[in-house]
């Protein structure tokens, strides 16, 4: 994946290579005959529905989970909100601009930035926590997660990337005896949908009405809709599988490479998209990587983090290689 403006392999994104695949750009087109009509999202929303076995009184389709965020910063009484860091910073933003105060766990590099339940605060009336989570691509336990469940307490499960895990082990989504429990879930990553905006939600049917009550007249529109209902049929999920089982393969080939230079440490554990490593003077090496053609994610924006911290994305084994080798040359520059 490139960027446009400079020529740059770009490795600061998730969203996979070669995506939207033709398949589903045909049929996002085809939506577009359908456009003189209001928007109806009652197919879609009974596949995404379908896709997890669940009624579709829990399930709300978003303009993306950006959408989401907003909506529960803003529709639930919320008091006492908690964010497990580092992750992904527009849950937060989403919560400070409704003019909540927001505490912070953190989870530590000592620990390999796994969840402890333990430090969450019992008080917190919402929690949310990434799984698996960017930047660390650490999977947490489905259990571990769980029990941060308490009576009068949202738990919000962030999955955008639980699609790219062989299997999604440890998925949350489809689950109905959590109590309190909202998923979010994005088809951004997986399918290369970031300009179309489509997402979706899913919690107790009380929750999702009362987040469609904060959602403008007709949120969702018709081709982000076609794509959502496409995205969740038998065929594209078994695409999405494989795609996940390729993605592991070249993630491990990654770590492999990064584990050859003494100067860097990973995150082993990751089983996300991408790989989180640390360096001294990474935004050194990082400016130099511009300078070779790669793009690389900067870690110091998310909280928990430094400048000593990047963020890999996994692609195939030859672009993998010749960043390797790009990272070797930076490496000798800057001093590391």
Known sequence: MRDGAEGLIDLAVNVRTGTPPEWLRARIADSLRGLAAYPD???????????????????????????????????????????????????ESALRDAGHSVRRVLLGVADGFVLDPGAVPEDADLVMIGNPTNPT???????????????????????????????????????????????????????????????????????????????????????ALAAAEACMSPEALAEAESAACRTAVERAHLLAGLAE?????????????????????????RARLRTLGFATRRGDTFPGLDTDWLRLAVRDRTTTNRFLQALDQSLTAVGC
């Not at 994005?186 to 919690?203: C, D, E, M, N, P």
């Open 41 to 91: 999202g009652r197919a879609a929303r009974e596949a995404v529905a379908a896709r997890h076995g669940l009624p579709v009184e829990r399930v709300l389709l978003t303009a993306g989970a950006a959408e989401a965020f907003v909506l529960l910063a803003r529709a639930l009484p919320v008091k006492r909100p908690v964010i497990v860091h580092p992750q992904f910073t527009e849950p």
């Open 137 to 223: 691509s650490v999977l947490h336990p489905a259990d571990a997660i769980a029990k941060l469940a308490r009576p009068g307490r949202t738990l919000v499960v962030d999955e955008a990337f639980m699609d790219a895990v062989p299997g999604e082990p440890e998925a949350l989504a489809g689950r109905t005896d959590v109590p309190g429990l909202v998923v979010l879930r994005s088809l951004t990553k997986t399918w290369g949908l970031a300009g179309l905006r489509i997402g979706y939600v899913l919690a107790e049917p009380e929750t999702v009405a009362t987040l469609g009550r904060a959602q403008p007249l007709w949120p969702v529109s018709t081709p």
């Open 261 to 285: 230079f003494e100067e860097i440490r990973t995150v082993e554990a990751a089983r996300g998209p991408f790989v989180l490593a640390h360096m001294t003077r990474a935004d050194a090496v």
